[in-house]
């Protein structure tokens, strides 16, 4: 089991409810935080920039 410290926390926008979950690491960060768009692939897809896992995958419209 690995403990998070407070301090890993991205800080979270005032007054903002949104936020993604990282499944890698469990980094908490507001939707539009600092995680990295994939323009790589035809799918919006983001990654943590913390432990590079995949925190959204899904078709482009």
Do not use: N, Y
Not at 6 to 14: F, L, Q, V, Y
Not at 32 to 45: E, L, V
């Amino acid at each position: 089991m690995r403990l998070r410290h407070h301090s890993e926390r991205a800080p979270r926008a005032r007054g903002s409810k949104a936020a993604l979950f990282c499944p890698g690491c469990s980094r908490e960060s507001p939707v539009d935080g600092d995680w990295i768009a994939d323009d790589g692939t035809a799918r919006q897809r983001l990654l943590c920039p913390a432990c590079g896992a995949v925190v959204i995958d899904q078709p482009t419209f």
